[in-house]
């Protein structure tokens, strides 16, 4: 068994964890990014993916917070931000090292991604534009093909000239939101900081739920999973290059 492999199979011991909370705590939970993507293509993990992606409401996160401070078992739930304030999701680590038949020790874990409600809003969604063509895709624009390269263009260009920093966009996103707040929300995804990409899904988008298999496990999914797969990697039934089939945490471990 390769190494990659082992870590798979390990950290799906997280994964049942969680899912017995979930259930316990009443939480919606459903497979997001790079797991999503091995479910639907490879009907399981990605060869070369070396941990899980869940999605769940953010209202639900204060759930598993006090869920984690009174239940002192083998997982901790860690709030990325505190680690890498670039990137504001959870983690839910195994407390102790695992040991891999070859003897390596290693730190494994499981990423939670928070999700939440959004109105329909031509000024959010301007700003919101600013923040994510950081990690455009063509697909993420609703253009004509041959005038998202000048699109791009036009708000790389506006951004450096407005000065927009990253930490100024997202004090313009929360603004806004906040004058917002009552508008009827229609739309669903990613919260507005957690330093993704941020494009605007409607509801009935990933509600209701669909089950899935995967390694062996039932699984939730959005809805309409296939649109959800495309925002984020575009025709995601094409398998990157060779080069680029790597673990993103064990960069060293054989597949």
Request: hydrophobic fraction near 35%; charge should be positive.
């Amino acid at each position: 068994m390769s190494e990659i492999r082992e870590v798979q199979l390990k950290t799906l011991e997280i994964l049942k964890n969680f899912i017995n909370i979930c259930q316990e705590l009443e939480i919606d939970y459903w497979l997001d990014s790079g797991t999503l993507l091995g479910a639907i293509r490879h009907k399981g993990f990605i060869p070369w993916d070396d941990d899980i992606d869940i999605g769940i409401h953010k209202k639900d996160i204060e759930k598993l917070i006090s869920y984690f401070k009174k239940n002192n078992g083998n997982y901790i739930l860690v709030n990325n931000a505190e680690i890498d304030k670039e990137y504001r999701f959870y983690k839910i680590y195994q407390k102790n090292k695992i040991k891999l038949s070859n003897g390596k020790e290693i730190k494994i874990f499981i990423d939670i991604f928070p999700y939440t409600d959004y109105p329909k809003d031509k000024i959010f969604n301007f700003i919101n534009y600013f923040y994510s063509i950081q990690k455009y895709k063509v697909n993420s624009l609703n253009c004509k093909f041959f005038l998202r390269d000048i699109y791009v263009g036009i708000i790389k260009n506006l951004k450096k000239i407005l000065f927009l920093r990253k930490e100024k966009l997202l004090s313009f996103l929360r603004k806004r939101l906040n004058k917002i707040e009552k508008q009827e929300k229609k739309y669903f995804y990613y919260v507005y900081d957690i330093g993704f990409s941020l494009y605007l899904l409607k509801k009935e988008d990933f509600f209701p739920l669909k089950k899935i298999n995967f390694e062996g496990i039932e699984m939730n999914i959005p809805n309409n999973y296939e649109l959800v797969l495309n925002k984020l990697y575009g025709d995601y039934k094409v398998l990157p290059p060779k080069n680029k089939r790597k673990p993103s945490h064990f960069k060293n471990f054989d597949l």
